[in-house]
């Protein structure tokens, strides 16, 4: 089932005001459900070659699996959707393609990125992340911070030497803990969470959240909600406003209808004597 017209999407990504070139990359496939931001990093040119790798390879793989692959089932080793460890593999295999590619060449040597991506099914939302790009949920105009960053930073918050407050203001969020490409393995966080009509999720790198605090990017897409293409520029925008020190990649997903799977038979008949 495509959700094409049931999630509504906006995607932007901006070099900002320091970098000389634009090293996200940001992607979707609105039919199978499907979006992803990538922040590369590492020498000349090649961190704008590893997002870009991530993305096409998240994007080629989950398109493949879930076209060939049954769908809505439980694994039941790992108590994830189907869905899940679709995401949960194919991120897995960037990792090792973007590895294997500063391996060989030169000019990617030590390239890597961070990645979220968020796959949506069934009314659920199934996000898979490493390193310190976020996904926010606003849901009844509450703003919740869906992910946790792999960073150095995060694990202090953690381990109670900072407070989240101490943490927002701190110069050093940069140092992330995890990414893909630098090494041959990597651990992906996975996490599955229901979905509600006109939740607004935002997918954004760092080059977002370090010039602005959660409280302006709530303020910012509750004031502009009716129109998700502006909430999106005045994001950029406003990271740009204060500074801009880093490439800027949004990308945000509304919610507008239900999108249950399909009832099978065998549901239907069991519906009738429950």
């Not at 790009?133 to 202090?156: C, F, I, M, P």
């Not at 949004?250 to 038979?265: D, E, G, I, Q, Y």
Request: net charge negative; aromatic share 6%.
């Amino acid at each position: 089932m495509s959700l094409n017209g049931k999630i509504e999407l906006v995607q932007l990504t901006d070099p900002g005001k320091v970098r000389e070139h634009n090293e996200d990359a940001v992607g979707s496939d609105i039919d199978h459900g499907l979006v992803v931001v990538a922040d590369g990093m590492g020498g000349y040119n090649a961190g704008e070659v590893a997002s870009e790798m991530a993305v096409r390879t998240i994007r080629e793989m989950v398109k493949a699996r879930l076209t060939h692959e049954k769908r809505n089932e439980l694994d039941k080793e790992s108590g994830l959707m189907r869905q899940s460890i679709v995401l949960k593999d194919a991120v897995a295999r960037a990792n090792k393609i973007i590895y294997q590619t500063s391996q060989s060449r030169t000019d990617c040597e030590g390239m890597g990125t961070t990645v979220v991506a968020a796959l949506f099914y069934d009314n659920k939302v199934s996000v898979a992340h490493v390193g310190d790009s976020r996904v926010y949920r606003l849901r009844n105009n509450q703003l919740e911070q869906v992910t946790l960053d792999h960073s150095l930073l995060q694990e202090l918050v953690s381990r109670g030497f900072y407070s989240e407050e101490e943490a927002q203001r701190s110069m050093n969020k940069n140092y992330v803990t995890r990414a893909l490409g630098v090494e041959a393995g990597v651990d992906v966080e996975v996490h599955e969470y229901e979905v509600e009509v006109d939740d607004v999720f935002l997918l954004c790198s760092d080059g977002l959240t370090d010039m602005m605090e959660d409280d302006d990017i709530h303020l910012t897409i509750s004031t502009f909600s009716a129109n998700l293409d502006i909430v999106g520029q005045q994001l950029v925008k406003l990271a740009n406003d204060n500074g801009g020190r880093d490439n800027i990649s949004v990308l945000l997903a509304r919610v507008n209808k239900s999108f249950a799977a399909p009832k099978t038979f065998l549901e239907k008949v069991m519906g009738m004597f429950g």
